[in-house]
């Protein structure tokens, strides 16, 4: 039988292996994932959930457009300033979504999760371009 220090010791390497794979693994399916929700379920869920907001729902589908033109091209500078603006869209929709009806119910929660997920895509891009101007 194992002993709780054998336990702790696998529980801590498994969970630095999560934080390494979050900080530098490809961010590529991520941002399409992203964009994609961000041209077809943002304006929908926001629209729902808010209803109006008519020009900030409209600028939804361009910045999800963009940023999946910046992945198609590889461009390391496009796809950088797309996730800073996709980043910037979520929190916002997160923050309008708050301060209307706040989380009344688990599912509310998603805005959290698209935001924490466009900050990890944009903090691995901005890696990646430190790392291709230093190296």
């Known amino acids: 039988m194992e ?3 054998s336990y702790k010791r696998r529980f801590f390497k498994g969970l630095n292996n999560l934080l390494l794979t979050w900080k ?11 964009a994609i929700c961000l041209m ?12 109006g907001l008519y020009i900030f729902r409209f600028l ?34 997160a923050i309008m979504v708050y301060s209307h009806i706040g989380f009344p119910t688990p599912t509310h929660y998603g805005w959290v999760v698209f935001v924490v997920a466009s900050f ?15 190296g």
């Open 60 to 93: 939804l589908i361009p910045a999800g457009i963009y940023q999946l033109i910046c992945v198609a091209n590889g461009e390391i500078k496009c796809r950088l300033k797309a996730s800073m603006i996709v980043f910037g869209l979520y929190s916002a929709s």
């Open 40 to 51: 077809v379920l943002a304006p929908i869920a926001l629209g729902i959930e808010i209803g």
């Open 3 to 5: 002993s709780y220090k």
């Open 120 to 134: 990890g895509s944009m903090s691995r891009l901005i890696r990646e371009k430190i790392y291709r101007d230093n």
């Open 24 to 34: 530098y693994s490809d961010s590529q399916p991520t941002e399409i994932v992203l």
